[in-house]
Nanobody
Framework: QVQLVESGGGLVQAGGSLRLSCAVS????????MGWYRQAPGKQRELVAR???????YYADSVKGRFTISRDNAKNTVYLQMNTLEPEDTAVYYC?????????????WGQGTQVTVSS
């Protein structure tokens, strides 16, 4: 059972920055894909960014150029650097780990951390 603990959320003004951290209970090399999702009130959870074990990155169009996902394998931690934040970025941010369990995948989730961007 992979455990994920997020931290780093908070209240920030538009244009500001935050860095979210996700501490993982197992080696990142045992996880196929690490990702950050977010869910705003009344909306569905959406993928923000993900990074594979090989280091391949993906970003949602809405955050491309502003957010950066990274991983520190030595610390078993994944980060989401969020710059030029907008009120539309306000949401609960969740860390996700995907592990291949043939024939499918198993998902693990953190408890979420609130990010609020004021205008």
């Amino acid at each position: 059972q992979v455990q994920l603990v997020e931290s780093g959320g908070g209240l920030v003004q538009a244009g500001g920055s935050l860095r979210l951290s996700c501490a993982v209970s197992e080696s990142l090399f045992s996880i196929n894909v690490m990702g950050w999702y977010r869910q705003a009130p009344g909306k569905q959870r959406e993928l923000v960014a993900r990074i594979t074990a090989a280091g391949s990155e993906y970003y949602a169009d809405s955050v491309k150029g502003r957010f950066t996902i990274s991983r520190d394998n030595a610390k078993n931690t994944v980060y989401l650097q969020m710059n030029t934040l907008e009120p539309e970025d306000t949401a609960v941010y969740y860390c996700n780990a995907k592990r291949a369990v043939l024939p499918g995948w198993r998902d693990y989730w953190g408890q979420g951390t609130q990010v609020t961007v004021s205008s």
